[in-house]
């Protein structure tokens, strides 16, 4: 029982994150029919600038962070990471978009996705690197640790989770209630109606894809310190926010961020929990769950996803 | 004409039309061909032959992702995982249960075939999640290697023992010569599929898949062989690669390498078959500047110059570029194929009819949500008979046609095609079985010629013309091709566009291009044709001339369906006619009896009176 609810905590914690990923890449879907390959390494780019900002390419300590030095160089990583997406929006994405080519923004956002792991990999050279953390959790309970019951919990994991529910019913309340809200909404039932009426889709699209990214950023930045980073932490929370986007085959974007929530316990679960002497183990985190969705879309996938047919 | 006498003249066909296909771009490739052989005996300086070997394997799998990407136009991000699980399963056959080379390769290519299949449904869905699944799976073989050392060798790899490939010590000269052997043969394969039938099919699903799944080409099972031949061939070419690298490194098959062939595919040019060649052969000529280069200033760039290159090549490609070899061609124009003499139709036989009515609906009903579209409609049409559905928007006629074709199923009721229930074929059978139908919206082929575009109506009726026969050639390949344009040229001829044959589509009128389809779905010999809104649009004179047109097709005893808002055209081709009202049958007459029905003018005009 304990061990659940460990395994539950951290499974959200990290789900929280995933979630975050899959509404970004599910309202990106919505809007454009077009999947970013980018998302996850345009988030990373971010995350790195911030890092650069905070203490150079040098491995870091926790002593690194003061707080208004941190706030300096989360607006610059945000900066960089919403910049950048909108770039590659009007550059690599709409001009595709307009011409109904599907393998222009496919080999366009693969491609920045690549170029930006690359050049950070090029700049970090290390295999791993340690995010300053600038909120003090390692005063909270044990050395960052809360008992509850039997069972060790991260204090950062429940800060996690409060930050991305946040961040996704914030962002959910405003895409209902905002002006900004229904334009977005008004391009995703019908981008070229919207377009007649007036709404500047292009803009509204760019910042978009760019505000996805910013929300995902700060989630990942919450986590960040929790554990090692490196230039494919990016790349990977874009795949696991992908892969539960599928799961919910592009769905609204709440019920997609349920389903990243959903992904984090269950590789939380696979890599922690034995039943007896049976146990899966952590080899089996990653791949189960991306199987089970390629699967899932390739043998039921959904009406909407299917290509058009008599 | 003796069996002799057919090969003879068969074989006297194929030098003509060679020589006339013959174009410098042929010459400099087979001289290409010729002299490559010889590379590895020059000893050029600062070629490594194995690099150069490995090279070309990834130009074998990049030229099988062509089929894929160019031909079918699916964007996979997937290829490079099927050369992983072609180079895992053929290392580990190798490596642990000592396995010969042979069979262990042509075992890796099978798995990564079978891969194919598990994961092809995805070529059903739209081109978003067609990427996203092959990205997936790209990711999925990778971070399994990574988390399975046990099979991947870990951070080392898999050693590999040296080995004997066809008899002789497998050095990189023989990989060398062996690749150069698949790279080629790969190429004549597809080049071949490319230009028949099935590359025909793939190039109009890609381009309009409605109006091509209409005319009944199978999407998911064209498709499906086209993504399944690419991971077959990407895993021949991995287990190849792996043996000649002596090590299977995990880190050698990163999502990374997906991506690269499918850059080399559209560097090349995905149109062209040489293409994804071309283009691996630029990759590595960027390589081979740019590698130096990050050693002297100590950058780690061995990727990011490829991602660059990458992101360069989407911009030449938005400015509308179509890669390399499409780029040379245009200095080498090949002459576009004219009219080919000689050929005759023969036409089908058809299994002697039996009485009674062609085409039965029984009691046909469809509700979408709340909305009753259909609420049981019956009808029947005889050999030769002409019957146009006529009545309001809405009143269900075009739901009619789809539940008669095939593109959905009915709530209840039944169709009859010759006596025998229709239930579970969807459309492609049905249009093989001969209910065909023409589509509402005027969507066409925009890169195919108007006998193209009659071409892809041809699919059902072929016996010989499947991507494997078509592949090697075959005799019975060859004339299925032929008899197959001779139909086309019929169909063509039986709605007056003999002369347009060679012109390419979006050069047509509109009404023009409605009776390219008409005749598209007249080239799948139906028995019954149902026709949406043929008239559409057009002015008086073309109304005439569509009416006669639909009396020539009935003068071939083809029983056609007419749903028509034109009632100037009912008037002139239609024998019968059947008003639709609310889903229902509301008058059923000739002509001029519904004309003055006043149910018919109530359903149109409600109950007031003018």
Not at chain 2, 82 to 108: H, K, N
Not at chain 2, 381 to 401: H, I, M, Q, W, Y
Request: hydrophobic letters at 55%; one cysteine or more; glycine letters at 12%.
């Amino acid at each position: 029982m304990t061990i659940a609810l460990q395994v539950f905590v951290t499974g959200l914690a990290a789900g929280g994150v995933y979630g975050l990923f899959a509404a970004g890449h599910t309202l990106i879907y919505r809007l454009t029919g077009m999947v970013n390959f980018a998302f996850g390494d345009l988030v990373g780019l971010g995350v790195f600038a911030t890092l650069l900002v905070l203490s150079g390419t040098a491995p870091v300590t926790q002593s690194g962070a003061h707080e208004p030095r941190f706030l300096g160089a989360l607006v610059v990583g945000l900066v960089f990471c919403v910049s950048a997406g909108i770039l590659t929006y009007f550059g690599l994405v709409q001009p595709y978009l307009a011409r109904g080519s599907t393998i222009g923004w496919v080999a366009g956002t693969a491609a920045v996705a690549f170029a930006i792991r690359a050049a950070i990999g090029a700049a970090f050279q290390r295999s791993s690197y340690v995010f300053p953390d600038p909120l003090p959790f390692h005063r909270v309970g044990h050395a960052g640790f809360i008992r509850i019951g039997g069972a060790q919990v991260q204090a950062r994991a429940f800060f996690v989770i409060g930050l991305a529910l946040a961040l996704a019913l914030g962002s959910a309340w405003l895409l209902e209630k905002s002006r900004f809200g229904r334009a977005l909404r008004a391009v995703a039932d019908d981008a070229e109606g919207a377009r007649v009426v007036g709404v500047p889709v292009d803009l509204l699209v760019a910042l978009a894809f760019g505000l996805v990214g910013a929300l995902a950023m700060i989630a990942a930045i919450a986590a960040a310190p929790g554990q090692a980073v490196n230039a494919n932490t990016g790349t990977l929370l874009g795949l696991k926010g992908l892969v539960a986007a599928l799961a919910v085959r592009f769905g609204p974007p709440l019920l997609a961020f349920g389903a990243g929530l959903l992904l984090g316990v269950v590789e939380s679960a696979i890599a922690n929990v034995h039943l007896g002497s049976w146990q899966l183990g952590p080899s089996y985190r990653e791949v189960l769950p991306l199987a089970f969705v390629l699967l899932l879309i390739a043998i039921w996938p959904s009406r909407e996803a299917l290509e058009e047919q008599e | 004409m003796t069996a002799l006498g057919q090969t003879a003249g068969e074989l006297r066909r194929a030098v003509d039309e060679a020589r006339a296909g013959w174009s410098r771009v042929a010459w400099i490739t087979v001289a290409a061909v010729a002299l490559a052989p010889l590379v590895p005996f020059l000893s050029l300086p600062g070629v490594r032959l194995d690099s150069l070997a490995d090279t070309v394997y990834l130009a074998v799998a990049a030229t099988g992702l062509g089929l894929t990407v160019g031909a079918a136009g699916l964007p996979s991000l997937g290829a490079g995982a099927f050369m992983a699980i072609g180079a895992f399963t053929s290392a580990l056959l190798v490596a642990r249960s000592g396995w010969p080379l042979e069979p262990a390769v042509l075992a890796g290519a099978a798995a990564a075939l079978v891969a194919g299949l598990i994961s092809g449904g995805i070529v059903r869905l739209r081109g978003a999640f067609v990427a996203a699944g092959t990205w997936l799976l790209a990711w999925l073989v990778w971070l399994f290697l990574l988390a399975f050392p046990s099979v991947s060798g870990g951070s080392q790899g898999l050693i590999l023992p040296p080995k004997t490939l066809l008899g002789l010590d497998a050095t990189p000269t023989v990989h060398f010569e062996v690749a150069l052997v698949m790279l080629t043969l790969t190429a004549l394969a597809i080049a071949a599929v490319r230009r028949g039938a099935p590359g025909l099919e793939l190039s109009a699903l890609r381009q309009a898949p409605r109006l091509a799944t209409s005319l009944g080409v199978p999407l998911g099972r064209r498709r499906l062989g086209a993504f399944v031949a690419s991971a077959f061939v990407a895993g021949l070419a991995g287990a190849l690669s792996v043996q000649l690298a002596a090590v299977a490194d995990p880190a050698a098959y990163d999502p990374f390498l997906s991506f690269k062939l499918l850059v080399a595919v559209l560097l090349g040019g995905a149109a062209a078959t040489l293409g994804p060649a071309a283009g691996v052969a630029a990759l590595g000529l960027i390589g081979l500047v740019s590698d130096p280069l990050a050693r002297a200033l100590q950058l780690p760039l061995e990727r990011f110059d490829t991602a660059v290159a990458a992101i360069l090549l989407v911009f030449v490609l938005a400015l509308g570029g179509g890669g390399i070899v499409p780029w040379l061609r245009r200095f080498f124009p090949l002459q576009r194929r004219t009219a080919r003499a000689g050929l005759v139709a023969e036409r089908r036989e058809r299994a002697q009819a039996s009485a009674g009515p062609v085409l039965q609906a029984l009691e046909l009903r469809k509700a979408f949500g709340g909305v009753v579209a259909l609420d049981g409609l019956s009808l029947e049409l005889a050999r030769g008979e002409t019957v146009a559905l006529v009545g309001p928007n809405g009143s269900g006629k075009t739901t009619a046609l789809r539940l008669i074709s095939g593109a959905e199923p009915p709530d209840s009721g039944r169709v009859l095609f010759g006596g025998r229930a229709l239930t579970g074929e969807r459309t492609p059978d049905r249009v093989r079985l001969g209910v065909a139908r023409t589509l509402q919206a005027t969507a066409y082929f925009p890169e195919l010629t108007a006998l193209e575009s009659v071409l892809v109506g041809r699919s059902v009726r072929r016996h010989f013309g499947g991507a494997i026969r078509t592949a090697l050639v075959t005799p019975n390949a060859r004339e299925e091709a032929a008899q197959s344009e001779a139909a086309a040229r019929e169909a063509l001829d039986l709605v007056g566009l003999a002369d347009v044959a060679f012109v390419p589509t979006p050069e047509l009128t509109t009404s023009q291009r409605r009776l390219v389809a008409l005749a598209a779905a007249l080239a799948g010999e139906p028995e019954v044709l149902l026709v949406d809104e043929l008239a559409a649009g057009a002015g008086s004179e073309e109304l005439e001339y569509i009416a006669e047109v639909v009396g020539r097709i009935r003068g071939r005893g083809i029983a056609v369906l007419l749903v028509e808002h034109n009632l100037r055209l009912v008037r002139l081709a239609a024998d019968r006619v059947l008003v639709l009202a609310a889903g229902r049958s509301v008058a059923e007459g000739s002509v001029a009896e519904v004309a003055d029905s006043d149910v018919v003018r109530r359903a149109y005009l409600g109950t007031q009176r003018l």
